[in-house]
């Protein structure tokens, strides 16, 4: 494993950051690390690149350990912060010459083509004579990643990278995070569903500090796929107790006097029971409405509890 962490916690006075965490992250994957704002997503990257130390459990890295063996670990974790720390004064090729200066992992090229290799593969040719305070957001994220890049380490860690970037940026952000992915194990983390759908081959989601799911994006979809959304709009007002009635439904949400969502199986004929039910009431039908569902409502439905 790439990745193997066990019960690790992070405590700040009588607050559980991060309460007794375990996952693993395999050579190769992209990994989604999702959670509402104060999940503990930063906390956990934190200390997984050694900026941070636990509580308690632990975490190792390529086999070295988060707190005997931190340099080691340093040298193989590239690690792009949420807050991306740029020298807006310096110039992009003269910052990523700043930043290979202070990593002494050996490297079998020279140090002017191992600048030139991660220029070019994050798409800075163009600009890597400006300063950087003159970059747009985009690519000011693009420093950000060649910095993390420029000793090319095994482990990727993003920290919301995407956040602030207008689509087109976050298009050319996300296709190059799924390029790295080929060579790389990449832990990307960020509460928008849709880049994890487009990027990530597996997803934990993190709430109040604890995992609430891990497991492929697929698999996750699947959890949604035995249920079944139809929004419904009478003609005329029906008691919500009268639509137990229908057959197959679990639960009600009202929306109004004449206007619901009911929640049923999907494998059901949840629709014709419905209609059937509105003929025998004599209350015509005016909507009948299946919702499409997402990997969006499931991290609702995991993070939303006991909020």
């Known amino acids: 494993m790439s990745i193997s962490v066990h019960n690790l916690s992070k405590i700040y006075g009588e607050q559980k950051a991060v309460d007794g965490i375990s996952f693993e ?13 104060g999940a503990g997503k930063s906390t956990t990257m934190k200390m997984l690149t050694c900026y941070l130390p636990p509580s308690a459990g632990t975490a190792s890295i390529c086999n070295f350990d988060i707190i005997e063996q931190p340099q080691e670990i340093k040298a193989r974790i590239g690690y792009l912060p949420e807050n991306n ?7 992009v090729k003269e ?3 700043f930043a290979l200066s202070v990593n002494r992992r050996p490297s079998t090229v020279s140090r002017e083509q191992n600048i030139k290799d991660v220029i070019h593969t994050v798409g800075l040719e163009v600009e890597q004579h400006k300063k950087i305070g003159q970059l747009s957001k985009g690519y000011k994220q693009r420093v950000g990643l060649a910095q993390a890049l420029i000793h ?5 860690i993003l920290d919301e990278p995407t956040t602030g970037l207008d689509p087109n940026q976050l298009s050319d952000i996300r296709n190059l995070i799924i390029e790295l992915g080929k060579e790389k194990t990449i832990i990307f983390s960020t509460h928008i569903m849709q880049e994890v759908q487009a990027v990530c081959d597996n997803v934990i989601i993190i709430n109040k500090g604890k995992i609430v799911a891990n497991d492929t994006t697929d698999n996750l979809q699947n959890m949604l796929s035995n249920e079944i959304l139809v929004e419904v709009e009478f003609a005329n007002n029906i008691n919500e107790t009268e639509l137990n009635e229908i057959e ?3 639960s009600i949400e009202k929306i109004s006097d004449t206007n619901f969502i009911l929640h049923g199986k999907e494998s059901t004929q949840l629709r014709k029971n419905i209609f059937a039910f509105a003929v025998a009431k004599n209350n015509p039908l005016l909507t009948l409405k299946q919702e499409t569902r997402s990997l969006e409502d499931i991290f609702h439905q995991l993070t939303m509890n006991g909020q």
């Open 95 to 97: 910052f990523l010459e």
């Open 248 to 250: 197959n439904i679990h």
């Open 25 to 37: 992250v395999k050579k190769g994957e992209i990994l989604g690390f999702l959670g509402p704002n």
């Open 85 to 91: 720390p740029l020298y807006y004064d310096m110039y």
């Open 152 to 156: 090319n380490p095994e482990i990727l």
